[in-house]
Structures are given as structure tokens and as C-alpha cells.
């Protein structure tokens, strides 16, 4: 699916002018139209003779995990892709006749079906594959004695942190190099590093036998749940950056530049990239507090801060577009083109000069 996602996005960007509006409506029905009927065949394939029973193991796995924060929303999710799946399978059992419109209706109707396995099958996927058996965490004794060092080392600066994940039981669990005395240990810890109650549940020789050891990372969550990696809206029409600054200096008077101006400070369906930017720092700032981490809220403080300074500018960069607009002047001409110097070019037929003479200068000897 990440395959066909890819070449359809490919096709569809043929489609479109510079500003990335729709422009080839007959071309973009026909690229989605091979993305249906390629998501169909594969669904036929590799996932419907063996999505019920995925799904039932998936569940039966479930009920064995400890209960966490996303173990109700998996539930959901699997109950959503069950839904899905019946869907699909009722229009592989019905197909219409091939290359008819009824068929490209029908792949239609089921493309955000496959968009939902394409996006959250992995989650099923996972949940039915649960063979990894964790080793036996530290004792209370060994706990408290890493945990110790591990604290020393961080407050040392020498506690570097190498990846982070979520366990099945909803703990985050991070790996870290701890240096102490030229030598470097992993060792796995459970919490937020940066806030108070984290403690050390392993240490092993290497990072592979740390996997080995560790429970299994869950898949991670996303930022919006009605967000699909596989199933884009539209995209809105947006002017570069680039033409932008490619009509300032090209434009020849004052309203030429305040319309490129006004263009990048553009708010609502067709903003601008000054606006853009904004929505894409008000974006991070949320991705970072969702981390639920003493970081993550750090940073998404530093990026609110940054947004509220760039709507500032935006408002700023706004009106000096409306008072250069109404200057009403054009550039002097004494700031006239200079073209290249175009050197003229001999003949064809003739005979290129002959270079000068080699000539062997004297060198004097004292």
C-alpha cells in the first residue's frame, strides 16, 4: 500500500499547476482510479482469505495484555477494521464486470475501507504476533542500586539517552548509554528521564541484547486520530515561497512587490507561506505536548512562544505591504538592465588566430 500510495501521489502531482491546484480533473480520476483497483487486487491477495482470523487472534491477544490508556482504543480499532474488512470482501464477492464504470464505483466505495487496513492494520498485525518473551526485570536491590548510579550519571551529564518506546502495559521505557569511569553501560529505564520517579529495570552488554531482553515497543499513537496517511484530502492551493521573491525582483513597481507581500501574509482556504509557517509551528507545538514529557512541553512552550511572535511579524510584514501599496511609484529608470555581454562569435570557416610566440626569459644569475 505505501508502494501504491507513492506512485498514485507521483501521478497526481502531474496533474496540477504550480500553486498545486487540480487542473487535469479526467487524469487524477484515472490515477485514482488505477490506486483503487491496485489496493483491491492486493487486499484479494495478501488479506482477505486471512483477515478474520488475524483479526480474532488479534483480539484474543488483547485480553491477555494488562489493562493500559490504548488498550480501549485498540478494542475500537479492531472492531473498525473488522467493519472494513466485511466491506471489502462483500465487493470481491460481487464484482462488477471488469473496466465497467459499476466496477470503478465499486473500487471507489472501498478505496477508504483499504485506506483504514493500509493506515491501522500494522496495530492488528501487531497485536497478533505477540511470541516475545521478556527476561526477568532487576530485583528491588539491583533496582535501587542502578537507579542510584544511573541518577550520578545523569547529573554528571553522562547519562546519553539512545531511543524511547512504549511497552504493551503503557510504560515508557528508554535506553541510555551510562559512562561512569571511561565505561559505557546500557541499561533500559522505565518513566520520563527528565522528571522525577523514573528508575532502571535492566543493563546489558549491548543495545541487541537490550531488544532481546526488553518488552516489545507498541505501535506508536498519532497526533489526530481522523488523520489518514493514505487517504489525503485535497491539498490547498499555495504559492511558493520561491515565485514569491521571483516577482519582487522582477516587478517594476511598488505595487508588484506589495502584492507579493500581501500574498504571503494571505489568511484562510489559500493561505500564504508566512501563514503556513504559523500553522506549522502551532502543529509541532501540539505533536510536542502530546509527547506527555517534561521536554516535550518545554518545547511546545518555546514553539507557542515563536508562533505568537510570528503572527506579530505577519501582521507587521501586512501592513507594510499596504503602505508600500500606496506609495503608487515605480522604479528610476537611471537603475536600468544590464544585459550580458555578448562576445561576437567568429565564423564558421575561418581559421582561428594563431597564439602568440613562445618566448624564454632570461634569468639572470648573481
Given at each position: 500500500?505505501?508502494?501504491i ?12 499547476d ?25 487486499y ?10 488475524l ?14 490508556r ?5 478494542r ?9 474488512h ?8 460481487r ?32 497485536l ?7 527476561k526477568p526485570?532487576?530485583?528491588?536491590e ?7 548510579k544511573?541518577h ?12 524511547s ?38 543493563h ?5 541484547a537490550?531488544?532481546?531482553?526488553l518488552?516489545?515497543a ?5 497526533l489526530?486520530?481522523d ?7 485535497e ?11 521571483r ?15 500581501f ?5 484562510g ?16 507545538g501540539?505533536f ?8 516535550g ?15 506579530f ?19 528610476p ?12 562569435r ?6 582561428p588566430p594563431?597564439?602568440p ?7 639572470r644569475?648573481a
Amino acid at each position: 500500500m505505501a508502494v501504491i500510495g507513492r506512485e498514485t501521489e507521483t501521478a497526481l502531482d502531474t496533474v496540477r499547476d504550480r500553486c498545486g491546484r487540480t487542473i487535469h480533473h479526467d487524469a487524477a480520476a484515472a490515477a485514482r482510479a488505477r490506486r483503487n483497483q491496485a489496493a483491491v487486487e492486493t487486499y484479494a491477495t495478501c488479506l482477505a482469505p486471512h483477515g478474520h482470523q488475524l483479526l480474532d487472534t488479534a483480539r484474543r491477544a488483547l485480553d491477555e495484555l494488562p489493562f493500559a490508556r490504548h488498550t480501549t482504543a485498540w478494542r475500537d480499532l479492531l472492531d473498525s477494521l473488522a467493519a472494513s474488512h466485511i466491506e471489502i470482501v462483500r465487493v470481491l464477492n460481487r464484482p462488477a464486470t471488469p473496466g465497467s464504470a459499476a466496477e470503478r464505483e465499486q473500487h471507489n466505495g472501498a478505496w477508504p475501507h483499504l485506506a483504514i487496513w493500509a493506515d491501522y492494520g500494522s496495530i492488528a498485525a501487531y497485536l497478533a504476533d505477540q511470541h516475545h518473551q521478556s527476561k526477568p526485570e532487576l530485583t528491588d536491590e539491583e533496582r535501587r542500586m542502578w537507579t542510584e548510579k544511573a541518577h550520578a550519571a545523569q547529573a554528571r551529564g553522562e547519562l546519553e539517552l539512545i531511543e524511547s518506546w512504549y511497552a504493551a502495559d503503557g510504560r515508557r521505557i528508554t535506553l541510555a548509554y551510562l559512562v561512569e569511569d571511561d565505561t559505557s553501560t546500557v541499561i533500559a529505564l522505565a518513566g520520563d528521564p527528565d522528571a522525577p520517579g523514573w528508575e532502571v529495570i535492566g543493563h546489558y552488554d549491548h543495545e541487541y541484547a537490550a531488544g532481546l531482553a526488553l518488552p516489545r515497543a507498541v505501535p506508536p499513537g498519532v497526533l489526530r486520530p481522523d488523520v489518514s496517511r493514505f487517504n489525503r484530502p485535497e491539498p490547498a492551493p499555495e504559492q511558493p515561497l520561491q515565485e514569491l521573491l521571483r516577482n519582487v525582483v522582477e516587478g517594476r513597481a511598488a505595487g508588484d512587490v506589495s502584492e507579493a507581500l500581501f500574498s504571503a501574509t494571505q489568511q484562510g482556504y489559500d493561505a500564504g507561506p508566512m501563514v503556513r509557517l504559523q500553522e506549522l509551528l502551532h502543529t509541532a507545538g501540539a505533536f510536542a505536548s502530546a509527547l506527555e514529557t517534561v521536554q516535550g512541553r518545554q518545547v511546545a512552550a518555546r514553539l507557542d512562544a515563536l508562533g505568537r511572535q510570528l503572527d506579530f511579524l505577519t501582521r507587521e510584514v501586512r501592513s507594510a505591504a499596504e503602505d508600500l501599496e500606496a506609495t503608487v511609484a515605480v522604479l528610476p529608470p537611471h537603475r536600468a538592465p544590464k544585459p550580458p555581454v555578448v562576445r561576437p562569435r567568429p565564423a564558421v570557416d575561418t581559421t582561428p588566430p594563431a597564439p602568440p610566440p613562445r618566448t624564454t626569459a632570461l634569468v639572470r644569475r648573481a
